[in-house]
T-cell receptor, first 112, second 117 residues
Framework: NAGVTQTPKFQVLKTGQSMTLQCAQDMNHNSMYWYRQDPGMGLRLIYYSASEGTTDKGEVPNGYNVSRLNKREFSLRLESAAPSQTSVYFC???????????FGEGSWLTVV | AQSVTQLDSHVSVSEGTPVLLRCNYSSSYSPSLFWYVQHPNKGLQLLLKYTSAATLVKGINGFEAEFKKSETSFHLTKPSAHMSDAAEYFCVVSAMNYGGSQGNLIFGKGTKLSVKP
């Protein structure tokens, strides 16, 4: 009963390096999301995918790209990491808007 | 546009006393509202949700919330706090048509609950 699985859980990057955060859900959900969480800011939406084959920008998309590889998987890529991208990243999914949203356990990313 | 305001960034209570975490929302239509809890270094767990059925919503671990349309509020309560309730709590509204497309969640900035012995 995995739910939403994110990898890696922890990562340290140097400025300018690239990396991809992976997310997979096994609940046959249509919508998937990437959020970042910073102290005192709550969660802010980076990108979302309402259905397989579609992606849209959220509130803070700059510096990120996403791929909805198939219905199960939604990856987040940092092409050239910056210290401002140090954050905790959460992937989430839901069957459709207004339904219960399920979150992954988070990925702690530090950019030095 | 939808928005969520959590009125207290930090609430401290003694074990066994009531908990009240306040949340006000703004929405141009009838929203779906949620409360999530996050324990330190953990993911987010759904406590309860309101989706236009009963206005008093019961959740897990003895929490409940009342949807009050006239006050645009969705406050979270618990009659008696337990040490294990210490965590950060997020009030969330599900926003349709974000950017003209499908819905997504709008998060409040969180309320950190401390429980003193």
């Amino acid at each position: 009963n995995a739910g939403v699985t994110q990898t890696p859980k922890f990562q340290v990057l140097k400025t300018g390096q690239s990396m991809t955060l992976q997310c997979a859900q096994d609940m046959n959900h249509n919508s998937m999301y990437w959020y970042r969480q910073d102290p005192g800011m709550g969660l802010r939406l980076i990108y979302y995918s309402a259905s397989e084959g579609t992606t849209d920008k959220g509130e803070v998309p700059n510096g990120y790209n996403v791929s909805r590889l198939n219905k199960r998987e939604f990856s987040l890529r940092l092409e050239s990491a910056a210290p401002s991208q140090t954050s905790v990243y959460f992937c989430a999914s839901e069957m459709a808007a207004g339904n219960t949203i399920y979150f992954g356990e988070g990925s702690w990313l530090t950019v030095v | 546009a939808q928005s969520v305001t959590q009125l207290d960034s930090h609430v401290s209570v003694s074990e066994g006393t009531p908990v009240l975490l306040r949340c006000n929302y703004s929405s141009s239509y009838s929203p779906s509202l949620f409360w999530y809890v996050q324990h330190p270094n953990k993911g987010l767990q759904l406590l309860l949700k309101y989706t236009s059925a009963a206005t008093l919503v019961k959740g897990i671990n003895g929490f409940e919330a009342e949807f009050k349309k006239s006050e645009t509020s969705f406050h979270l309560t618990k009659p008696s706090a337990h040490m294990s309730d210490a965590a950060e709590y997020f009030c969330v509204v599900s926003a349709m048509n974000y950017g003209g497309s499908q819905g997504n969640l709008i998060f409040g900035k969180g309320t950190k609950l401390s429980v003193k012995p």
